[in-house]
């Protein structure tokens, strides 16, 4: 199982929004997920400085290639861009995360 860990950034002020949004998960987004073999997927929150930090696990990581493409993804990412960094694309601005410890 291939483990993947990112952070991004949220702008001040939409903690809430983030969280209710999220709690509100499309269906046609968690089986796009699902479909694409994501599990384990979590998303933190420092309150300090409003970092984002998700973890995942996936089947194929190639898999989470193709993603970006998806027109639910697309959509997803045009829903979050006011509330977040994004890039031209309205994906979420991502800074992989190297992996230094881990205990299974």
């Given amino acids: 199982m291939y483990r ?11 903690e809430e929004e983030y969280k209710r949004r999220h709690a509100e998960l499309w269906p046609e ?9 994501i599990s384990e997927y979590s998303i933190f929150l420092d309150p300090l400085t409003n970092s984002l930090f998700g973890v995942l696990k996936a089947t194929d990581p190639a898999k989470l290639d193709n993603l970006p493409a998806h027109p639910v993804m697309q959509k997803w990412w045009n829903y979050m861009k006011d ?20 205990l299974p």
């Avoid at 987004?29 to 073999?37: C, D, R, V």
């Fill in 83 to 102: 509330i977040m960094e994004t890039n031209a694309d309205n994906s979420p601005v991502q800074v992989p995360l190297e992996e230094v410890f881990y």
């Fill in 4 to 14: 993947r860990a990112f952070k991004m950034q949220l702008f001040a002020g939409f």
């Fill in 29 to 37: 987004l968690e089986q796009l997920l699902k479909a694409t073999g």
